[in-house]
């Protein structure tokens, strides 16, 4: 299957375009078909990762038109949205999902898809594993039935997330009929403070923009903090795109990106590694090329975020305090902000930081890599879990905990009273075993904190795995870069 994939998704591209151009218009006009009469373009798709929940109906629906899979060998299932991640689990052990796992498992084995399952060692969440396995690589175009499947930016792919008629439309036809986006460009200028970490970035860049800044658009992130930060925090940058609104975001790949990918199981190697490296390094945007909309980020001014209400725009730094919708200029954001702050419990005025928390969470797609595990485990080492909290880690795959483990991560979660899961979704949604009580407040690195996300009535915060951790330990939110523990 290696050689397949790298086949089909390291060429380069059959045409250039003379007029200067993005580092997306470079990777979509690789993989344009052609232009269809409704002014969408289809375009190839080199990698097609299935998840359980919006792969059972594709499948059929490809059955009811007598169709198969064109492509099975660029195609791979994964079982992560509702797999409990109790230790030792097994497909049965979540009842309410014991169906469409199954349904998986059979379908998958119908077409001759791969499946990593709960009992696969590549199992994971289906944006941590893409990348940790080398199924997304710089360049390339990945879609999956899931709106984050924009992660795979941060490799300086394409991640487009579909629904599940378009699942069914990739499965028959290894294409994809869509708008072509927009190009919009987000500069991060500045140094970033010790204690602020992508997660923030992204938090912040939200907050100031608003959820529809991206509509339409594919969000390049650029400016010297993002090329200094790792591969795996520009995956969680490039996660959080769709919060922002865009349809997806990508940071141009780099010489990190290149030996991130090395070694990687499906990624190419030896000769043809150096030639796809040669092209992933030409991938960048023209000096003369134009964007529908650019903003500039100052890093230096950005302290560690954390959301006050029920959507990720709702957001400040850990030294505010929640706003008053009055404050707010337009009266939609005005009569938001206020629903929110009801379903939240909260009053204006009140102090992020010393706000009591019932559960914290570390894992999700955005931060269950294992960078993620190690900067929690570093504020709560030699610590403990406050009473009053249930503290979990969830890893993002099997691969990242075996990786923790190796090290004796999960060895300093449990010593602190840390939950040490298995790998998948977790808490980031409520499909699953794990849940928040109603009217309980979590903090959690996941992307969402919508009304119900973590169950009936549950009250979500989002902050980075920094400060979960030290909110965990101290039993509120405080700011981890002053009060790692009480």
């Not at 798709?45 to 169709?67: C, I, K, N, P, Y």
């Not at 919708?325 to 939609?332: G, L, T």
């Not at 990786?403 to 499909?431: K, N, P, Q």
């Not at 992307?447 to 009250?459: D, K, T, V, W």
Request: hydrophobic fraction near 45%; aromatic fraction near 4%; charge should be neutral.
């Amino acid at each position: 299957m290696a050689t397949a994939f790298a086949a089909m998704a390291d060429r380069p591209p059959a045409a250039t375009t003379a007029a200067p151009s993005t580092v997306f218009d470079k990777i979509w006009d690789a993989h344009l078909v052609k232009r269809l009469d409704d002014g969408r373009d289809l375009v190839f798709v080199d990698r097609h990762v299935l998840q359980e929940t919006t792969s059972a109906q594709a499948f059929d629906g490809l059955a009811r038109a007598g169709r198969a899979v064109r492509h099975a060998e660029l195609t791979v299932a994964t079982q992560d949205h509702i797999v409990s991640t109790a230790p030792g689990r097994d497909e049965a052990t979540n009842p309410a999902g014991r169906e469409l796992l199954g349904l998986m498992r059979t379908n998958a084995r119908a077409h001759g898809i791969p499946l990593f399952g709960v009992d696969d060692r590549r199992q994971g969440i289906v944006h941590v594993i893409g990348p940790e396995l080398g199924l997304a690589l710089p360049g390339s175009l990945l879609a999956c039935g899931d709106s984050h499947t924009s992660t795979v930016g941060g490799l300086g792919a394409l991640g487009i997330g579909v629904g599940t008629s378009e699942v069914e439309h990739v499965l028959a036809t290894q294409t994809l009929a869509m708008t072509r986006p927009r190009n919009m460009r987000v500069t991060f200028e500045g140094a970033v403070e010790p204690g602020v970490t992508a997660k923030d970035l992204i938090l912040h860049t939200i907050g100031a923009l608003g959820t529809a800044a991206g509509q339409g658009s594919a969000v390049e992130y650029a400016g010297a903090a993002i090329r200094r930060l790792p591969v795996e925090a520009r995956l969680t940058l490039c996660n959080m795109s769709i919060e922002l609104g865009a349809r997806l975001g990508l940071v141009a790949p780099d010489e990190a990106t290149v030996a991130y990918v090395r070694n990687r199981e499906f990624a190419p190697t030896g000769s043809a590694l150096a030639e796809a490296a040669r092209y992933w390094l030409g991938l960048r945007t023209d000096a003369d090329a134009m964007f529908g909309q650019e903003f500039t980020i100052d890093c230096s001014r950005i302290a560690p975020q954390v959301t006050w209400g029920t959507s990720p725009q709702d957001v400040a730094g850990i030294d505010a305090a929640v706003p008053d919708p009055a404050s707010f200029a337009d009266a939609k954001r005005r009569e938001l902000a206020a629903a929110a702050l009801r379903y939240m419990g909260l009053e204006p005025g009140t102090r992020l930081a010393g706000l009591p928390i019932d559960v914290a969470f570390i894992g999700s797609c955005t931060n269950g890599r294992l960078s993620d595990l190690e900067a929690a485990a570093a504020v709560i080492q030699g610590r403990r879990v406050a009473p009053t909290v249930r503290a979990l880690v969830v890893p993002g795959s099997t691969a990242v905990k075996r990786a923790a483990e190796a090290i004796g991560l999960d060895r300093v979660f449990r010593a602190a009273g840390f939950e040490w899961r298995d790998a998948g979704c977790s808490l980031c949604v409520s499909v699953n075993e794990d849940t928040v009580p109603p009217g309980a407040r979590c903090l959690a690195t996941s992307n969402r904190n919508f009304e119900n996300r973590q169950g009936p009535r549950s009250r979500t915060h989002l902050a980075s795995p920094a400060m979960v951790a030290a909110a965990a330990i101290a039993g509120r939110i405080v700011d981890v870069r002053r009060e790692p523990a009480p």
